[in-house]
């Protein structure tokens, strides 16, 4: 949940309804789009602290400003409490950079990396009989989990005509995630890689008196997921996901409050899967 820093945070929007085209499957229903902060016309540095229950403390550090033409928005948080519950207590350490700026009048760069590094407690699942009895109670006494993850990335903006628009965006994060489940005597180890490339056109032609965005676009992602389980029956499983996918999306205004929009999106995916040890 704290893969992107929340200090980092302008704005959360909720995009409703199926936007599959520019998006891909997992948009079926909406888009959460989680905005980050952009730097600030004059320097500006943020402070902040927080205690509740449960021993629950957070603070925040966030400075923004431009040096010349470069600008730049440095975030560090940390978070960290016991919980409800017995043996639920986590930790958590985060932080990111972004730099962004304009090349000339027509072009413009941007780059980012966030990091975060947390750890909790697992009391385990509870059956209805133990919640009536206790709700607070832990059932295991030593699991535990261990995150980090790391994400960078880079675009370039550029507009080549008055009514056409590029755009191109990528990205790399690491994810390493560790549990220690004395309870059922076994561990995990699992890393996941992601690898993003998108380059986007956007043409911003009327239509008649209307106003009209047509979009062309290609996604381009590599993941790879590699989990060791270390027990009585260990096991490696090794997960590489491919994806390449084009689409086109337009967008009329027909009025100031009514949109007509369509497009079609194409994938082709390719999944490898290897795995050594018990079923």
Not at 99 to 125: C, D, F, M, T
Not at 244 to 253: E, Q, V
């Amino acid at each position: 949940w704290a893969q992107i820093p929340m200090q980092a945070v302008e704005r959360i929007e909720v995009i409703r309804g199926p936007n599959s085209v520019l998006y891909g499957d997992h948009a079926v229903g909406g888009v959460i789009n989680i905005i980050t902060k952009e730097p600030s016309e004059i320097p500006r540095t943020t402070l902040t602290a927080s205690i509740a229950s449960y021993e629950t403390y957070e603070q925040s550090l966030t400075t923004s400003g431009k040096l010349g033409e470069l600008g730049y928005v440095a975030t560090l948080g940390h978070q960290s409490g016991d919980g409800y519950r017995d043996r639920s207590e986590y930790d958590s350490l985060s932080g990111s950079l972004r730099l962004s700026g304009n090349i000339n009048e027509r072009v413009s760069a941007y780059a980012e990396v966030s990091a975060v590094k947390e750890q909790h407690q697992l009391p385990g699942s509870l059956s209805l009989a133990e919640v009536n009895q206790n709700p607070q109670q832990a059932k295991n006494q030593n699991d535990d989990a261990r995150e980090q993850y790391i994400h960078l990335q880079a675009g370039v903006e550029a507009l080549l005509t008055d009514d056409l628009l590029f755009n191109l965006d990528g990205g790399i994060s690491q994810k390493d995630l560790q549990a220690d489940i004395a309870s059922w005597f076994s561990s995990y180890d699992s890393t996941i890689d992601t690898y993003t490339l998108s380059p986007k056109l956007t043409f911003l032609t009327p239509l008649g008196n209307l106003e009209n965005e047509l979009v062309l676009g290609v996604d381009l992602s590599k993941e790879t997921l590699d989990t060791k389980k270390s027990s009585f029956s260990p096991t490696d499983t090794e997960v590489e996901r491919q994806l390449i996918a084009g689409y086109i999306a337009d967008t009329l205004h027909l009025t100031d409050s009514l949109l007509l929009s369509g497009g079609l999106r194409v994938e082709k995916n390719k999944l490898d899967v290897r795995h050594t040890g018990s079923p």
